[in-house]
């Protein structure tokens, strides 16, 4: 029986691990859904961009390649998952565009978790991608455009 009540704990977690993906032109809206151990995080990236310029965001953890994507100008692309009960989820991007690229930690645990702890958002502007905290909501991170190689 102690068998059969680990193997559905387990597999409760790793459901509720999973990671959901989209690409839009709004700041989405969030599910609301709730995981017993950890509750859900959002992460969103949005493009603030001059002259309606588009970029491209490749985003990876561990487990989850959410593959990549094209944001158009004041688009925004988003995804929310559960963080793991180790405190150690990190998610990765690179993000190109004419001008520059990079690739950040968009989301580590051991930073994340006090500065916005369900929801983490991100501008990539011409200067720099743009960090906020949650509450109280204020720009925290800044980081350049490393010039592209000619």
């Known amino acids: 029986m102690k068998q059969v009540f680990l193997l559905v704990i387990l597999t409760a977690i790793w459901e509720a691990s999973s990671v959901v993906a989209n690409t839009n032109n709004t700041r989405g809206k969030e599910d609301g859904l709730i995981n017993p151990v950890t509750p859900r995080s959002f992460v969103r990236v949005t493009n603030l961009l001059n002259e309606g ?3 491209t965001i490749h985003c990876k953890s561990r487990d989850d390649d959410l593959g990549a994507h094209d944001v158009s100008n004041k688009g925004t692309y988003q995804w929310s998952f559960h963080r793991n009960i180790f405190g150690t989820t990190l998610f990765f991007c690179g993000i190109h565009w004419r001008d520059g ?6 989301y580590k645990a051991s930073r994340d978790i006090d500065r916005c702890f369900t929801n983490c958002y991100w501008e990539v502007t011409n200067n720099a991608l ?10 925290d991170i800044q980081v350049p455009w490393q010039k592209p190689k000619n």
């Open 130 to 139: 743009i960090g906020y905290t949650q509450k109280p909501f204020k720009q």
């Open 53 to 55: 310029l588009p970029f």
């Open 101 to 106: 690229s990079m690739v950040y930690d968009v």
